[in-house]
Structure formats: structure tokens, C-alpha cells
């Protein structure tokens, strides 16, 4: 929308977009930094590590929608 | 025909009056003609399937009238359809350049489902995953190609991993959110969902069709009738719901679909 | 033949993996639809939809025009009765200046004829005055002396000497009613 051409269809576009991109950006976020977090709890042996890569993920990809369709 | 089967096969087991739920054996199918091992039942509606559609469109678009009789009114309920809601609201003023490939997608994978609903055949074709990933491998290939060609192969990539209007820091983390949700988890979901609804759908009939069969018709008791009649209304029931995710399944893939293409002609933000 | 059978079967228990033949299957299915419907049937309905776009719009606008050369008529109509308003509006002012200008004029002449005759009035009564003024005036004097030769008794010996005597007379006459 930040290019200022205004089409009647870009509402329904935008809210659909950001429907059907929600889950694919969690999903996203989960598997990479809970696998990151995964990986060091395996190298370190500190269990927390996956859970608080899981949890930045989300957060990640919470924050990514919020800035790309939130308005 | 499943619940006979599956019926032969939990009677087959090791007690007779023990009722056995459907699992992943309804999925499993031996080659039709003995021999030709490719050509089971899904292969075979598969091949069905894309002979009705392909008869109905011609039917309904081959000689088109300017005022539409018959199975053409049928076809351009369709037609307008999936222009009004999957092409215009992603496509906008290209949306009648990609009506062919949305109209063959919509309806390819409506009557693949319809197939699951169908008396004695009874299976969706779209539950057997092969089918779901060749068609969203081909929205994918075509979506990257469409991205490229239109954004420049490092535009393409820049506007999808690099959103606009972020503090620079943040897209090391997000980058690679993005990058993985766009090329990786959406072809897969838009695969796996119609994939995963058909064949839980198909479960759930074949659950409840079984109930009614084993306990009304197989072992009558008089405990057991109760649930048998709970079956079979479930199985009514469940046929109607199932039509309605049927139909709503082929809408979201020819939808997401639409959205793919549309978000690779021109980047959204 | 026989590891292909026991890789289907291997592979028939996971639902999450496709089977070769039913991805070449779905391919082929795919293509073939693609072609007849997307390639060969869709052209085809798209252009018989903008046909009939055209149809609907083409009779709206034949139906269009047609109201427009009907609203063009009757404002040509309007604009020639506003235009016949106008003349008769023109011609009876015309009408009224010219019957104005006309009195006017009558007006003008009964006045200069009024004029004329008072002043040819005044000259006569002028002239008439005159001429009984000098008949008076010598009337009188030819009275005057008969008067005054009865009063004296004798004639005036001479002529000269009874015009003075006149004149005198009438001088003082005159002077008289100047005072007076």
C-alpha cells in the first residue's frame, strides 16, 4: 500500500494475505528458532535453550505480521 | 465398498465380535488388474476425474451462446465464481489472463473431492497426497518464475526476505522467517491441507458408515442398536458436512493459488 | 517387478509420501485439463462474456442515444418557441415606441398649429388696433376742431395754425393718460 495506488480489491487482498500468512510465518518461526534452540540445548546440555528458542519464534513471527498487516 | 473391506479385514483379525475402527488400510488400494501394478482406484478416478471435467467444460464453454442454455449457465456459474471471488480480490486487473490455469485447478480439484461423497466409489482422490503436490508444485514453480520475471531475481528475493519499514538489525532474525515461511511452509501446507482435510474426512465417513454397518447390520444386539442408529445419522450428516469442505477446500487451493501468483506479479508491501 | 511391489508396500503405509505413479498420473491429468480447459475453453467463454458485455452495453447505449436525439429535439423545439416569444415580444414593443413616437408628433404639430394661429391672432388684433387707433386718432382731431371752432365760434384762419392747435392738444391728451 505504500506505493499509493489505491485499488478497491486491495482491502480484501490484504486481509486474506495476512489470514492465510499467519499460520506459514508461526510455523516458520517455531521450526527455526526452536530447532536453533534445540541444536544448542544439545551441544550445552542446557535444557532451556528450546524452549526459549520456541517462544523468540513465535515472538519473531508475531512481530513480522504485526509490522507487514497491521496497521 | 470401504466399509466392506475394511469390514473383511477387521473380520479376518483375530476375534469376530471385536469392532475394528478404519485406519490407514482405507488408503491402500491393490493395482486393479492384476499385473499392471500402477493402476489402482485412485489412479483410476484420478484419470476419471480429469475426464469429467474435461467433458463438462467442453459441454459447457466449447460453443459458447451469447445467451447461455443449459449445462453453459452451469459452467459460467462457475466461471464467475471463481473470477468474482478467487481472481478479482488477488489478481484485480489480471485476474482473466490466469482464469484458465484458476478455473482448471478449481474444478479438477472440486470433482476430486466429489469423488470421496460419490456412492460406491467413495474416494477422495485429493487423500492420496501425490495428487494435492503435483498441483502445488506447479503453483510454486510458476509463483518463483512469476516473481522473477516480474521483480527481477534479486528484487524477487529482496522483497519477499526484506520487508519495507524495519529497523535493519531485526532482519538478520527475520529474514530467514520469511525465506522459509514463503519457499518452504506455504507450498507445503497449501499441499497438505486439502491433502490432510480429504483424508480425514474420509476417515471420519468411514468411521461413522462402519458404526452404522457393524452394529446394525453385522452384530444387531440390543445394547448396540442405539449406537448403529447414531452411525448411520452420523454418516448422513457427515456426507453433508464433508460436501461443504469439499467444496470449500478446492476454494481455498484455487484461492491460495491466486494469491501466490498475484503476490509474484506485484510485491505487496 | 518384485522390489517394486515391496517398495509400494513399503511406501503405502506412510500417507504423508506420494506414490510415483500417482504423481505421473497427476501430471498427465493436470496437463490435459490444463490444455482443454485453461488454453482451449476458457478463450472461448471469456470472449463470448465480453460479447454479451458488449450486447448489454450496446443496447443501453442505443437506448442512450436515442434519448439524447429526443432531448435534442424537443430543446430545438424550446430554443425556436423561446425565439417566436422573443420576436412578438420585439415587435409589439416596436409597436408601442412607434405609436408613442407617432402621438408625439401629433402632439408636436397641434402645438406649433396652436402657436401659429394664436400669433396670427395677435398680429391682426395688433393691426386692428393700429388702424382704430390712427382712424381714432383722426377722427378726433377733425371732432376736436369742430368742437373747438363751434366753442370759439369762428373759424381758424388758417390751416397750419389749427393743426398745432390740435396737436397741442392731443400732446396733452396723451400726456394726461400717461399720468393718469
Redo the contacts between chains.
Keep these: 500500500?505504500?506505493d499509493g495506488k489505491l485499488?478497491p480489491?486491495d482491502d480484501?487482498?490484504?486481509f486474506?494475505?495476512a489470514a492465510?500468512?499467519i499460520?506459514?510465518?508461526l510455523?516458520?518461526?517455531m521450526?527455526?528458532y526452536g530447532g536453533a534452540g534445540m541444536l544448542l540445548s544439545r551441544w550445552t546440555g542446557v535444557v532451556a535453550f528450546t524452549p526459549i528458542g520456541l517462544i523468540l519464534?513465535v515472538a519473531?513471527?508475531v512481530?513480522?505480521v504485526y509490522?507487514?498487516y497491521g496497521s | 465398498m470401504n466399509t466392506l473391506t475394511v469390514l473383511a479385514s477387521g473380520a479376518s483379525g483375530a476375534s469376530e465380535d471385536v469392532f475394528t475402527p478404519p485406519g490407514?488400510e482405507l488408503?491402500?488400494y491393490p493395482p486393479l488388474i492384476a499385473g499392471v501394478?500402477?493402476f489402482t482406484k485412485?489412479?483410476l478416478l484420478?484419470?476419471l476425474?480429469?475426464l469429467i471435467?474435461?467433458i463438462f467444460?467442453?459441454s459447457?464453454?466449447?460453443?459458447?451462446?451469447?445467451v447461455p442454455r443449459g449445462v453453459q449457465n452451469v459452467?459460467?456459474m462457475g466461471?464467475m465464481f471463481v473470477r468474482d471471488q478467487v481472481a478479482?480480490?488477488?489478481l484485480?486487473k489480471d485476474a482473466?489472463r490466469w482464469?484458465?490455469?484458476l478455473?482448471?485447478i478449481f474444478?479438477?480439484v472440486w470433482i476430486w473431492n466429489l469423488m470421496g461423497v460419490i456412492p460406491i466409489i467413495q474416494f477422495p482422490v485429493a487423500?492420496?497426497?501425490?495428487?494435492p503436490?503435483?498441483?502445488a508444485i506447479?503453483i510454486y514453480v510458476l509463483k518463483i518464475y512469476l516473481g522473477i520475471k516480474h521483480q527481477g531475481p534479486i528484487g524477487y528475493f529482496k522483497n519477499m526476505m526484506f520487508?519495507?519499514?524495519?529497523p535493519k538489525p531485526?532482519y538478520v532474525?527475520?529474514a530467514?522467517?520469511?525465506f522459509?515461511?514463503?519457499l518452504?511452509?506455504?507450498p507445503f501446507?497449501h499441499a497438505v491441507r486439502l491433502?490432510a482435510n480429504m483424508?480425514a474426512g474420509h476417515i471420519i465417513l468411514a468411521f461413522f458408515s462402519l458404526v452404522g454397518f457393524w452394529f446394525v447390520f453385522e452384530h444387531l444386539t440390543p445394547l448396540g442398536v442405539g449406537l448403529g442408529v447414531v452411525g448411520v445419522v452420523m454418516t448422513i450428516a457427515m456426507t453433508a458436512f464433508e460436501m461443504f469442505i469439499q467444496f470449500l477446500q478446492a476454494f481455498l487451493f484455487a484461492?491460495?493459488a491466486a494469491?501466490y501468483i498475484?503476490?509474484s506479479l506485484h510485491a505487496?508491501? | 517387478?518384485n522390489t517394486?511391489?515391496t517398495l509400494?508396500a513399503a511406501e503405502?503405509?506412510n500417507?504423508?509420501?506420494?506414490?510415483a505413479?500417482?504423481?505421473?498420473?497427476?501430471?498427465f491429468?493436470?496437463a490435459?485439463?490444463?490444455i482443454?480447459?485453461?488454453?482451449i475453453?476458457?478463450?472461448?467463454?471469456?470472449?463470448?462474456?465480453a460479447?454479451?458485455t458488449d450486447?448489454i452495453e450496446g443496447g443501453i447505449k442505443k437506448a442512450e442515444d436515442a434519448q439524447a436525439e429526443a432531448q435534442s429535439v424537443l430543446n430545438q423545439y424550446r430554443d425556436k418557441l423561446q425565439e417566436a416569444r422573443q420576436e412578438a415580444a420585439r415587435l409589439r414593443d416596436e409597436a408601442r415606441e412607434q405609436g408613442a413616437q407617432i402621438k408625439a408628433e401629433f402632439q408636436e404639430e397641434a402645438k406649433a398649429e396652436a402657436q401659429r394661429i394664436i400669433a396670427a391672432a395677435h398680429a391682426q388684433i395688433e393691426a386692428d388696433k393700429q388702424q382704430a387707433l390712427t382712424q381714432l386718432r383722426a377722427e378726433i382731431g377733425r371732432l376736436s376742431t369742430d368742437l373747438a371752432g363751434r366753442i370759439v365760434g369762428e373759424s381758424l384762419e388758417d390751416e397750419a395754425r389749427q393743426r398745432r392747435i390740435v396737436d397741442r392738444f392731443l400732446a396733452e391728451l396723451e400726456n394726461d393718460a400717461a399720468v393718469r
Design positions: 500500500m505504500s485499488r480489491e480484501g487482498r490484504d486474506a494475505s492465510w500468512s499460520p506459514s510465518y510455523l516458520a518461526g521450526i527455526l519464534g519473531l513471527a512481530y513480522l509490522r507487514k | 490407514l488408503f491402500d501394478s500402477w485412485p489412479v484420478a484419470l476425474s480429469t471435467v474435461v467444460c467442453w459447457a464453454f466449447a460453443k459458447p451462446k451469447l459452467g459460467e466461471y478479482r480480490p488477488f484485480g482473466d482464469m484458465g490455469l478455473l482448471s474444478f479438477m487423500s492420496h497426497i501425490a495428487f503436490i503435483v498441483l506447479s520487508p519495507p519499514g524495519l531485526i532474525l527475520l530467514p522467517i520469511e522459509l515461511s514463503n518452504i511452509i506455504a501446507t491433502f483424508f484461492m491460495l494469491m498475484g503476490n505487496d508491501h | 517387478m517394486a511391489a509400494l503405502g503405509n500417507p504423508l509420501i506420494p506414490h505413479y500417482e504423481l505421473v498420473v497427476g501430471i491429468s493436470f490435459v485439463v490444463l482443454v480447459v485453461g488454453r475453453l476458457t478463450p472461448r467463454i471469456q470472449k463470448t462474456l460479447d454479451r450486447a
